[in-house]
């Protein structure tokens, strides 16, 4: 709703669950296979281009997929990532497992507060809608393994680093000082054409944290990327 209001025409939006993650069932598999498949779903519901934005171990797959995709008839013109994985070897060990293997709403909820600079932000519909999501002890083995496969012993196996580096699209990355998840610091030394957005006082969710903000970011960067209707009509010419 943040980025509806910010936006200067309402943009056609495609959600899609992670593997293991939401209503997904997929297992935990290779990120070739994941960017194939995010290249498929894209490809299947018509899309020609689109502004690619991911958090966390989203961001991740969001890079990979601007990096090592797409197909042919998707093209990425823009990339906005909060708080990613990818950029930097470590990460919260305590916190994935703590998630994976919580059962009772205390501890869950407990875990979900490391999520947050600022723990009043988490409401009870938060707590609700992650422990619904992570119910069943099926759902919650698909998440460790794939947070196994990715993050083993707390340490980040994808390195996609190189590939950011290699862009040319606009690119932002959102980042809460005080993430406890993923560290902030990982955002250091990145390319100086590549934006990067620090908030005090924000933990792993800035787009929670720091709503409006964070959708100004997103309106921005799509905007910078996306030809206006005079320089649409100048290409167009061209073209003919």
Not at 24 to 52: F, N, Q, W
Not at 205 to 212: H, M, N, S, V
Not at 230 to 239: S, V
Request: glycine share 6%; aromatic share 4%; charged share 20%.
């Amino acid at each position: 709703h943040a980025l509806e209001r910010v936006l200067p025409c309402e943009p056609g939006m495609l959600a899609l669950d992670l593997p293991s993650h939401g209503k997904s069932t997929v297992e935990a598999v290779s990120l070739d296979e994941i960017v194939a498949s995010i290249d498929a779903t894209l490809a299947a519901e018509g899309i020609r281009h689109c502004h690619l934005i991911g958090h966390s171990f989203g961001g991740a797959l969001a890079l990979a997929t601007a990096a090592y995709g797409p197909l042919v008839q998707t093209r990425v013109r823009s990339l906005t990532l909060f708080a990613p994985a990818g950029l930097g070897p470590d990460s919260n060990a305590a916190f994935i497992r703590g998630i994976t293997q919580a059962t009772r709403r205390a501890s869950f909820a407990a875990w979900l507060k490391q999520l947050f600079a600022d723990p009043a932000q988490m409401d009870e519909m938060f707590v609700a809608t992650a422990e619904q999501q992570l119910a069943s002890p099926q759902v919650r083995a698909r998440l460790a393994a794939l947070a196994e496969r990715f993050f083993p012993d707390g340490a980040q196996s994808l390195d996609l680093r190189i590939a950011l580096t290699a862009l040319t699209l606009p690119i932002r990355v959102v980042w809460g000082m005080q993430d406890r998840i993923l560290p902030p610091r990982h955002a250091d030394g990145l390319p100086g054409r590549v934006a990067v957005h620090r908030f005090a006082r924000v933990g792993h969710l800035p787009q929670i944290e720091a709503r409006d903000d964070a959708a100004s970011i997103v309106a921005h960067n799509i905007a910078s990327a996306t030809p206006t209707r005079t320089e649409k009509d100048a290409r167009d010419a061209r073209l003919e």
